[in-house]
């Protein structure tokens, strides 16, 4: 079944886009908002029916009285606010409660939670996305060790994709956090450019399953915990380049943006197709000179009447009988086969002499 997941963000949500001090550049901040601005009208224009936010929490709700991997909003709204900006959205809950039940089917086992707030983590993406329709908040444990691991963020999010594709809903996902950023350590002002550089470059790739390689130790050396909620994103979007992608470094953060909005395309072209059902005696055939000794000495010895004898459309004999296997190919034919044929073919002839 296809995905409904139909387009996602991966968006920063430092509290410098609100505060705005004097150590802030100013046109790094513009560059931000810009780029989340233009990704959510992509993403709104989708039109879609589900909206869902992975956010990790600051170590604010979830600390002391318990830490879940995931936690899903199913109350039916959430408030907040910071630095004078106030934060309200409809929370979709009869959708986050079938959501719960749904992974526990799938053997996940998220808390959820009726009371949950909206802070900056949440406030400033949905924000400078545009986003007013309601939102179903993740919390995801990044920052109380021990945190779930990149894979199981990953499978998260997979599980998420089936759920909402077995429930009908066009989705977009949306990931808060990251790049690399160190708060409340003496390492806060140096992020890692050249790490986030590396691994920015591989999701743009569409390689989102880079991120399953990361583990918790490389994670905190980097200042990249909040990654957690990006994979969960990932494995929702699955392989896929994006749309539209900004990298504007500042000198406390690597503010890194992604957005998915066309459609997931699916025009790769296999160097190892499936078997075409018009080429199933075609490859049988190069399949019995691969493997049939008598039959590859009968070929050798007149190609055109092996052939003849052959039930094929006549482009196809032509092409066997010259062992033309860059036309075979073409055709759609599995490269191996008709590879191991001619290798196996090729013995048979006689060699050439070297020429004096």
Same mark, same amino acid.
């Given at each position: 079944?296809?995905?409904? /997941?139909?387009?996602?963000?991966?968006?920063? %949500?430092?509290?410098?886009?609100?505060?705005?001090?004097?150590? +802030?550049?100013? =046109?790094?901040?513009?560059?931000?908002?810009?780029?989340?601005?233009?990704?959510?009208?992509?993403?709104? =224009?989708?039109?879609?029916?589900?909206?869902?936010?992975?956010?990790?929490?600051?170590?604010?709700?979830?600390? %002391?009285? $318990?830490?879940?991997?995931?936690?899903?909003?199913?109350?039916?709204?959430?408030? *907040?606010?910071?630095?004078?900006?106030?934060?309200?959205?409809?929370?979709?809950?009869?959708?986050?409660?079938?959501?719960?039940?749904?992974?526990?089917?799938?053997?996940?086992?998220?808390?959820?939670?009726?009371? @949950?707030?909206?802070?900056?983590?949440?406030?400033?993406?949905?924000?400078?996305?545009? /986003?007013?329709?309601?939102?179903?908040?993740?919390?995801?444990?990044?920052?109380?060790?021990?945190?779930?691991?990149?894979?199981?963020?990953?499978?998260?999010?997979?599980?998420? @994709?089936?759920?909402?594709?077995?429930?009908?809903?066009?989705?977009?996902?949306?990931?808060?956090?990251?790049?690399?950023?160190?708060?409340?350590?003496?390492?806060?002002?140096?992020?890692?450019?050249?790490?986030?550089?590396?691994?920015?470059?591989?999701?743009?790739?569409?390689?989102?399953?880079?991120?399953? *390689?990361?583990?918790?130790? +490389?994670?905190?050396?980097?200042?990249?915990?909040?990654?957690?909620?990006?994979?969960?994103?990932?494995?929702?979007?699955?392989?896929?380049?994006?749309?539209?992608?900004?990298?504007?470094? $500042?000198? %406390?953060?690597?503010?890194? $943006?992604?957005?998915?909005? +066309?459609?997931?395309?699916?025009?790769?072209?296999?160097?190892?197709?499936?078997?075409?059902?018009?080429?199933?005696?075609?490859?049988?055939?190069?399949?019995?000179?691969?493997?049939?000794?008598?039959?590859? /000495?009968?070929?050798?010895?007149?190609?055109?009447?092996?052939?003849?004898?052959?039930?094929?459309?006549?482009?196809?004999?032509?092409?066997?009988? @010259?062992?033309?296997?860059?036309?075979? /190919?073409?055709?759609?034919?599995?490269?191996?086969?008709?590879?191991?044929?001619?290798?196996?073919?090729?013995?048979?002839?006689?060699?050439?002499?070297?020429?004096?």
């Amino acid at each position: 079944m296809r995905s409904t /997941v139909i387009g996602g963000a991966m968006l920063p %949500h430092a509290p410098q886009f609100f505060t705005l001090p004097d150590t +802030e550049d100013k =046109a790094t901040v513009a560059a931000v908002k810009k780029a989340g601005a233009d990704i959510g009208e992509k993403l709104k =224009a989708l039109n879609p029916d589900l909206w869902i936010i992975f956010s990790n929490d600051h170590a604010e709700q979830f600390f %002391h009285t $318990s830490a879940p991997p995931f936690t899903i909003h199913v109350g039916g709204e959430s408030s *907040g606010e910071f630095a004078g900006h106030k934060f309200h959205w409809q929370v979709p809950s009869e959708i986050g409660f079938e959501l719960v039940r749904e992974l526990y089917r799938q053997g996940f086992d998220p808390a959820f939670t009726s009371t @949950a707030k909206i802070d900056y983590a949440i406030g400033i993406p949905l924000t400078h996305l545009g /986003v007013t329709a309601p939102v179903l908040p993740i919390y995801v444990n990044a920052y109380l060790p021990p945190q779930p691991t990149m894979e199981r963020c990953y499978a998260f999010g997979q599980a998420i @994709a089936r759920a909402v594709t077995s429930m009908g809903l066009r989705t977009v996902v949306v990931c808060s956090g990251g790049m690399s950023h160190f708060p409340g350590t003496d390492r806060y002002s140096n992020p890692m450019l050249d790490w986030d550089t590396k691994a920015f470059e591989r999701l743009c790739a569409g390689n989102l399953k880079s991120l399953v *390689g990361y583990d918790e130790v +490389e994670l905190d050396d980097t200042g990249n915990i909040e990654l957690r909620c990006w994979a969960c994103g990932a494995g929702a979007l699955g392989e896929r380049k994006p749309d539209l992608v900004s990298m504007d470094p $500042s000198w %406390h953060h690597n503010y890194a $943006s992604l957005g998915w909005f +066309e459609p997931k395309t699916t025009d790769h072209q296999a160097h190892y197709p499936n078997i075409k059902p018009e080429l199933v005696a075609l490859t049988s055939a190069l399949h019995t000179l691969a493997h049939d000794g008598d039959k590859r /000495v009968a070929y050798v010895a007149d190609p055109a009447a092996y052939v003849a004898g052959l039930d094929l459309p006549e482009a196809q004999k032509a092409a066997l009988a @010259a062992l033309n296997v860059p036309e075979m /190919v073409a055709m759609g034919v599995h490269p191996l086969v008709p590879f191991l044929a001619n290798m196996q073919i090729q013995r048979l002839k006689p060699r050439q002499p070297a020429a004096e």
